[in-house]
Nanobody, 118 residues
Framework: QVQLVESGGGLVQAGGSLRLSCAAS????????VGWYRQAPGKQRELVAT???????NYADSVKGRFTISRDNAKNTVYLQMNSLKPEDTAVYYC????????????WGQGTQVTVSS
């Protein structure tokens, strides 16, 4: 059974930076894409950034130019570098991994809290 564990969240002032990590363990299928999502209280979970196995990345408009997603397959780890943080970035951040195998369920972590103060 696969486990994803996020870390690196915390409290930071506006304009600061954080680097989130998501470490995977267990028997992991070949991954097609990885991503970061976030959810604020009372809001829908939203996509923040994704990266395919080929290296193509996609970002929400609200984080373009500020966040960078990366992956280290050898370490089974996904990262999210967050710069120029804004109070609007406050949310629980979740990592996600989608297996190549059609019909396989996505992997999800438990989330890490990011709080940005003004």
């Amino acid at each position: 059974q696969v486990q994803l564990v996020e870390s690196g969240g915390g409290l930071v002032q506006a304009g600061g930076s954080l680097r989130l990590s998501c470490a995977a363990s267990g028997t992991i299928l070949r991954i097609n894409s990885v991503g970061w999502y976030r959810q604020a209280p009372g809001k829908q979970r939203e996509l923040v950034a994704t990266a395919t196995s080929g290296g193509r990345t996609n970002y929400a408009d609200s984080v373009k130019g500020r966040f960078t997603i990366s992956r280290d397959n050898a370490k089974n780890t996904v990262y999210l570098q967050m710069n120029s943080l804004k109070p609007e970035d406050t949310a629980v951040y979740y990592c996600n991994a989608r297996p190549v195998v059609a019909g396989a369920v996505d992997y999800w972590g438990q989330g890490t809290q990011v709080t940005v103060s003004s």
